[in-house]
């Protein structure tokens, strides 16, 4: 399986300014998706990073508050903009490996906003 | 309706005990899932992968899906401290799906 690197792996932030967060794969992935992972909560989808094209978000999550770049197949970078303290949480970026359905997660980037 | 739930306990057992851990699912035409396993400040990892029906075996853990039931389950043998962790049932609908997770703390 694929190893993955988040930086950084957490952060204190003040409201109202941006973090950007990274994710390198240490091979080329086809696929590449961020999460969130609230406190006691299980995993929520916020988009699908899509080298050389637009990211696909889902339901709730907009490219103005989580612009995404993924410039090729091996990184891609998550940015949580105009921070609020509900944004606090755990960011993860994981990858498909040969079989589609299985995904493997990096270590995550907890982000708490004061 | 969840397309997938999973009971968030926490579950203690003491070590060496058989754990049980379970799931179910709403859509009857899934047919791939998986168990992930969170160390506490850690990333998902997957612990195994099943597909259809039957019983799946990997050292101490079994995974058994039930379609008829819609229930996936996930068992430990002789439980260890190290087994402590979440563990996340999911299954890959429009998306992988998750479960909300079982905390589960194996006790010395």
């Known amino acids: 399986s694929a190893v993955i690197s988040q930086k950084p792996s957490r952060d204190i932030c003040q409201r109202g300014t941006s973090l950007t967060i990274q994710c390198q794969v240490d091979s080329q992935v086809t696929m590449m998706f961020w999460y969130r992972q609230q406190p006691g909560q299980s995993l929520t989808l916020i988009a699908t990073a899509n080298q050389g094209s637009e990211a696909t978000y889902e339901s709730g999550f907009v490219i103005d508050k989580f612009p995404i770049s993924r410039p090729n197949l091996t990184f891609s970078t998550l940015t949580v903009s105009n921070m609020s303290p509900e944004d606090s949480s755990i960011y993860l970026c994981?990858?498909?490996?040969?079989?589609?359905?299985?995904?493997?997660f990096g270590p995550g980037t907890r982000l708490l906003v004061l | 309706q969840k397309e997938v739930e999973q009971d968030p306990g926490p579950l203690s057992v003491p070590e060496g005990a058989i754990v049980s851990l379970n799931c179910t699912y709403s859509?009857?035409?899934?047919?791939?899932f998986m168990w992930y396993r969170q160390y506490s400040r850690k990333g998902p990892e997957l612990l195994m992968y099943t597909y259809s029906s039957g019983n799946k075996e990997d050292g101490r853990f079994t995974a058994q899906v039930d379609k008829s039931s819609k229930y996936i389950s996930l068992f430990i043998r002789d439980s260890q401290p190290s087994d402590s962790a979440t563990y996340l049932c999911a299954t890959p609908a429009e998306k992988l799906t998750f479960g909300t997770g079982t905390r589960l703390t194996i006790i010395p």
């Open positions: 859509n009857s035409a899934f047919q791939y």
């Open positions: 994981s990858v498909t490996d040969r079989l589609p359905e299985t995904q493997y």
